[in-house]
Antibody, heavy 115, light 106 residues
């Protein structure tokens, strides 16, 4: 059974870089595709970026985002630069699956941007 | 970007009701449409992928239809555990989600 777990700081200062890691268990990340998404409190879902052979980014975030994979640790990572309060959200990682649906998801981690 | 418009944004229904949620894409996305259920404080869970395929383990009261720009998620007989928020997602190109439909108890 594939399981995903997000980890990283829960509080980031404005203008700094948000860095999160998704650790995958139960499968090799080399065999699948992976994504990062977020959900601001009380709002809907937004894709940040994903890897499906190539890397694809949300155009509204593209200039600030990097998604990368570390196959030696079976992890994939997210870096979001120059954060503001608008980047406060629950951040999720998920596998890209059939018809590019997203399954399973990690439990999510709340990141708050505040000084 | 492909815009996804869900309707209604919320609805009230009773246990046993038939519930229909619609999702419209701003351009043709073939059948690259997926549906999710999200309960408070939890990650979303996929229900339907490829517009009509039921994800393994999802009850058969959930079904999806549509292609092109217009899609529907139907719950044939609403159960207590189905009160949640539902999202559509297009995977034709850069993923985008609908705004969500909150299904509440009447």
């Amino acid at each position: 059974q594939i399981q995903l777990q997000e980890s990283g700081p829960g509080l980031v200062k404005p203008s700094e870089t948000l860095s999160l890691t998704c650790t995958v268990s139960g499968a090799s990340i080399k065999n699948y595709y992976w994504s990062w998404l977020r959900q601001p409190p009380g709002k809907g879902l937004e894709v940040i970026g994903y890897y499906t052979g190539g890397t694809h980014y949300n155009p509204s975030l593209k200039s600030r985002v990097t998604v990368s994979m570390d196959t030696s640790k079976n992890q994939f990572s997210l870096r979001l630069n120059s954060v503001t309060a608008a980047d406060t959200a629950v951040y999720y990682c998920a596998r890209v699956w059939a018809s590019h649906s997203l399954d399973p998801w990690g439990q999510g981690t709340l990141v708050t941007v505040s000084s | 970007d492909i815009q996804m418009t869900q309707s209604p944004s919320s609805l009230s229904a009773s246990v046993g009701d038939r519930v229909t949620i619609t999702c419209r894409a701003s351009q043709d996305i073939d059948t690259y449409l997926n549906w999710y259920q999200q309960k408070p404080g939890k990650a979303p869970k996929v229900l339907i992928y490829g517009a009509t395929s039921l994800q393994s383990g999802v009850p058969s009261r959930f079904s999806g239809s549509g292609s092109g720009t217009d899609f529907t998620l139907t719950i044939s007989s609403l159960q207590p555990e189905d009160f949640a928020t539902y999202y559509c997602q297009q995977s034709y190109n850069i993923f985008t989600f609908g705004g969500g439909t909150k299904v509440e108890i009447k």
